[in-house]
């Protein structure tokens, strides 16, 4: 058993490889490892690791999404997507067991990772300027990057969404291998920082704004080196906006003009208003919240918006019918009604009391500050940019996404004996 333990604990140390390959691979690694952990711990009577607030709501929103699919339109496609999102509980309590039984495990499990970050990160400065990466890739979208991910335009939603894991992962390393390591660690923020932005993808970018006001306000550590990290890095974003027409039109005049609902005749035709991102995303949400108006108790069925979004009663515009609402909360309101959505409130108001704890003991009490709050706001911090209401989202259901949302949860975990 000794065995396969180790041989499952390196598999989740290249799980952020198998992210960047694709959702097959990584979908893998979870389902067993989440499969494996459950076994391991029934034949060990060992189910400490399951005791905690995060399960145990998890357990009971798992029971919700399968009673919910039971009234869908269609049972059987709703029932495949939840049932088996009780591995992603799992997963995160596997986390938490690999990282209390054994504090070697971050260490590896943070140099791992801050290597393929990294590799992801200096691929994609390649792509931006030679026009494809280091294995030949090329973006199918002249004015956005792909790196390592193709066809999917994702890249900067995996550098930003794990952006604070790596922020974790610093921390964790300065504190356990040596101190400089944070200062180091300098050209990698402001480097994360600018790719971001000539990615293109203005949610991701959005993502990391709300990560590195967190982090100056939250974080006792490192917060001169981010304060002058973020200045070098805006100042570095607004030069390349000056001489590169293509990011200039994407970042600024389009999200403007998408805004202000004046660039294209069909943004028109919806009277000049001020509408949510674009109309496209409009036509998203005013359906979605139609379905909740129908469905506020139990929503339509997990993963059923594609299968709704056509009927008369819910839908808006010609672009209210899509896979999915592009909008996390709105999609959760839709999908799985108030009920649902109480999970979600209510893990919004755990993060924002925590924060709220944070913010009072460091500027307003002179209780001398613990540096393992650090390592834990960076992953609050990650959760609560990942849910952020006012920014667009991909599908919560979605297995790639759901594992980049659940991994760094099970370091949150991470305690001292003086913590």
Same mark, same amino acid.
């Given at each position: 058993?000794?065995?396969?333990?180790?041989?499952?604990?390196?598999?989740?140390?290249?799980?952020?490889?198998?992210?960047?390959?694709?959702?097959?691979?990584?979908?893998?690694?979870?389902?067993?490892?989440?499969?494996?952990? $459950?076994?391991?711990?029934?034949?060990?009577?060992n189910f400490t690791s399951l005791n905690n607030i995060f399960f145990k709501l998890f357990l009971i929103f798992w029971f919700y999404l399968i009673i919910s699919s039971f009234f869908s339109m269609e049972v059987l496609v709703s029932l495949k997507t939840s049932i088996p999102y009780i591995r992603f509980a799992l997963f995160t309590c596997?986390?938490?067991?690999?990282?209390?039984?054994?504090?070697?495990?971050?260490?590896?499990?943070?140099?791992?990772?801050?290597?393929?970050?990294?590799?992801?990160?200096?691929?994609?400065?390649?792509?931006?300027?030679?026009?494809?990466?280091?294995?030949?890739?090329?973006?199918?979208?002249?004015?956005?990057?792909?790196?390592?991910?193709?066809?999917?335009?994702?890249?900067?939603?995996?550098?930003?969404?794990?952006?604070?894991?790596?922020?974790f992962c610093i921390l964790f390393l300065s504190k356990k291998l040596n101190k400089n390591i944070k200062y180091f660690s300098a050209i990698l923020l402001i480097l994360t920082d600018v790719i971001i932005f000539l990615t293109g993808e203005r949610t991701s970018f959005g993502i990391l704004l709300i990560i590195n006001v967190g982090f100056?306000?939250?974080?006792?550590?490192?917060?001169?080196?981010?304060?002058?990290?973020?200045?070098?890095?805006?100042?570095?974003?607004?030069?390349?906006?000056?001489?590169?027409?293509?990011?200039?039109?994407?970042?600024?005049?389009?999200?403007?003009?998408?805004?202000?609902?004046?660039?294209?005749?069909?943004?028109?035709?919806?009277?000049?208003?001020?509408?949510?991102?674009?109309?496209?995303?409009?036509?998203?949400?005013?359906?979605?919240?139609?379905?909740?108006?129908?469905?506020?108790?139990?929503?339509?069925?997990?993963?059923?918006?594609?299968?709704?979004?056509?009927?008369?009663?819910?839908?808006?515009?010609?672009?209210?019918?899509?896979?999915?609402?592009?909008?996390?909360?709105?999609?959760?309101?839709?999908?799985?009604?108030?009920?649902?959505?109480?999970?979600?409130?209510?893990?919004?108001?755990?993060?924002?009391?925590?924060?709220?704890?944070?913010?009072?003991?460091?500027?307003?009490?002179?209780?001398?500050?613990?540096?393992?709050?650090?390592?834990?706001?960076?992953?609050?911090?990650?959760?609560?940019?990942?849910?952020?209401? $006012?920014?667009?989202?991909?599908?919560?259901?979605?297995?790639? $996404?759901?594992?980049?949302?659940?991994?760094?949860?099970?370091?949150?975990?991470?305690?001292?004996?003086?913590?």
């Amino acid at each position: 058993m000794k065995k396969s333990l180790n041989f499952f604990r390196y598999l989740i140390y290249i799980l952020p490889a198998a992210i960047v390959s694709g959702p097959f691979i990584s979908d893998a690694i979870v389902t067993i490892s989440s499969l494996f952990f $459950l076994f391991y711990s029934i034949k060990n009577k060992n189910f400490t690791s399951l005791n905690n607030i995060f399960f145990k709501l998890f357990l009971i929103f798992w029971f919700y999404l399968i009673i919910s699919s039971f009234f869908s339109m269609e049972v059987l496609v709703s029932l495949k997507t939840s049932i088996p999102y009780i591995r992603f509980a799992l997963f995160t309590c596997f986390i938490i067991f690999l990282v209390n039984e054994n504090e070697k495990f971050i260490k590896n499990f943070s140099i791992y990772f801050i290597i393929i970050y990294c590799v992801v990160l200096f691929d994609s400065y390649v792509q931006y300027f030679f026009g494809s990466n280091i294995i030949g890739l090329e973006s199918p979208q002249g004015d956005r990057l792909s790196s390592f991910f193709g066809e999917e335009m994702i890249v900067g939603s995996f550098l930003s969404r794990l952006f604070p894991l790596v922020l974790f992962c610093i921390l964790f390393l300065s504190k356990k291998l040596n101190k400089n390591i944070k200062y180091f660690s300098a050209i990698l923020l402001i480097l994360t920082d600018v790719i971001i932005f000539l990615t293109g993808e203005r949610t991701s970018f959005g993502i990391l704004l709300i990560i590195n006001v967190g982090f100056i306000i939250l974080i006792n550590q490192m917060k001169i080196l981010r304060i002058f990290t973020f200045v070098t890095s805006i100042l570095l974003i607004s030069f390349i906006t000056i001489v590169d027409s293509n990011v200039k039109n994407r970042m600024i005049d389009q999200t403007i003009n998408e805004f202000t609902n004046n660039s294209t005749s069909s943004n028109i035709s919806k009277e000049g208003k001020l509408k949510t991102f674009s109309i496209v995303h409009q036509d998203h949400y005013e359906t979605a919240i139609n379905m909740f108006k129908h469905n506020p108790i139990i929503g339509v069925g997990p993963k059923m918006f594609r299968y709704e979004c056509h009927k008369e009663e819910y839908l808006v515009g010609k672009w209210g019918c899509t896979s999915h609402p592009h909008h996390f909360h709105i999609q959760i309101l839709a999908e799985t009604g108030i009920i649902g959505y109480l999970f979600i409130f209510f893990g919004i108001f755990f993060v924002l009391k925590k924060f709220i704890v944070t913010i009072y003991q460091t500027y307003f009490t002179s209780k001398e500050y613990n540096n393992i709050y650090d390592l834990k706001n960076c992953i609050l911090i990650g959760i609560f940019a990942n849910i952020f209401p $006012l920014l667009p989202s991909g599908n919560v259901f979605n297995n790639w $996404l759901s594992i980049v949302y659940f991994l760094p949860v099970g370091f949150y975990f991470y305690k001292t004996k003086n913590d």
